[in-house]
């Protein structure tokens, strides 16, 4: 894979194809492309982003609008919302794309009326993927939440593409019910270490975490992490670690990886209102090897996925 994982990028039209409602606040959107679109989604990496266009999209009746949304459920929506992908596959000339999402303000609640052969504007693919060194025995996939989609994307192409790399997926949220996945959870599978579906259609392992205890191991996915690599006799430079998540903890993975002299990826996220690093509104600030200073970069166009020991992150800033 090379090292800026880069498609041609364009504005396409994407039909949708189905919209399932997962729990009470989560959804997964699948797209069909056709055309132009269709080949540039073709090359998509996981990591990598579009900006779907929902100002036309309809709001939902009002009985179906969460009480907290109530208020600002009417808001106009001016500019398009960025948003990973859990899975792109080829379907002759056409591809298909799934977006994963979670109701949380105006536009996202919108996304919960789209329905089969609806189309929708959409801008991509976007920004810098995750690369996939060579002279690597384990992968960890570690995600936070809603940071779960392109390691969902990550996971299939290191099982089809790279079967000699071990993959462990260590994913964390505050309960039981924040958790994004499709299925039932029960103490069986996770004793099998096969608990999340996501993960297991394709071998991979996974450690699920939970702030309060409501599922699986009781505290942040950081502390799985960290206790795995410390029962663990494999050097630190056959092992890479991909994260994606709240800053906090990218924060926390990053200062882990770099304790043990292990390469780290971490897929940051910034208000991204154009996706192509022309509003200059979604910098991350970066050190700059050799040097005491830092420079900034755009999270939209030089990542969304950077080295995980070149982000200052926030926490970094305000010491």
């Not at 990973?84 to 949380?104: N, P």
């Not at 593409?161 to 039932?184: C, M, N, S, W, Y």
């Not at 970069?297 to 995980?308: L, R, T, Y």
């Amino acid at each position: 894979m090379s090292e800026t994982c880069k498609s041609a990028k364009g504005v396409f039209e994407a039909v949708v194809l189905t919209n399932k409602q997962i729990g009470s606040q989560f959804g997964k959107l699948k797209l069909t492309f056709s055309g132009d679109g269709a080949k540039a989604f073709a090359g998509f990496r996981p990591g990598q982003f579009a900006e779907l266009d929902l100002s036309g999209t309809a709001l939902p009746s009002n009985e179906k609008i969460p009480p907290d949304l109530v208020d600002s459920s009417g808001r106009n929506i001016l500019l398009r919302r960025p948003f990973s992908l859990t899975d792109v596959t080829i379907h002759g000339e056409k591809t298909s794309a799934e977006v994963l999402y979670c109701v949380v303000g105006p536009a996202s609640l919108r996304m919960t009326t789209l329905s089969a052969g609806d189309s929708i504007n959409v801008i991509g693919p976007l920004g810098n993927g995750f690369r996939i060194p060579e002279n690597k025995k384990y992968a960890l996939l570690t995600a936070g939440g809603m940071g779960t989609p392109p390691l969902q994307h990550l996971a299939k192409v290191l099982a089809t593409d790279h079967k000699d790399i071990e993959v462990t997926a260590f994913v964390g949220a505050k309960t039981k019910t924040a958790l994004p996945f499709e299925g039932r959870i029960d103490e069986v599978s996770q004793q099998l270490g096969f608990s999340l579906r996501e993960f297991a259609q394709y071998g991979i392992e996974s450690i699920v975490a939970t702030d309060d205890g409501s599922t699986g191991y009781k505290g942040f996915v950081t502390d799985c992490l960290a206790e795995w690599l410390e029962q663990t006799e494999s050097a630190g430079d056959e092992i890479i670690i991909y994260s994606c998540g709240p800053e906090e903890m990218l924060a926390k993975v990053a200062e882990i990886a770099a304790g043990k002299n292990i390469d780290c990826q971490v897929s940051m996220e910034r208000r991204m209102a154009c996706g192509i690093g022309l509003c200059q509104s979604c910098a991350i600030e970066c050190r700059v090897p050799g040097l005491s200073e830092t420079v900034y970069k755009m999270c939209c166009e030089d990542g969304p996925v950077f080295d995980g020991k070149e982000v200052v992150f926030s926490l970094q800033q305000e010491k």
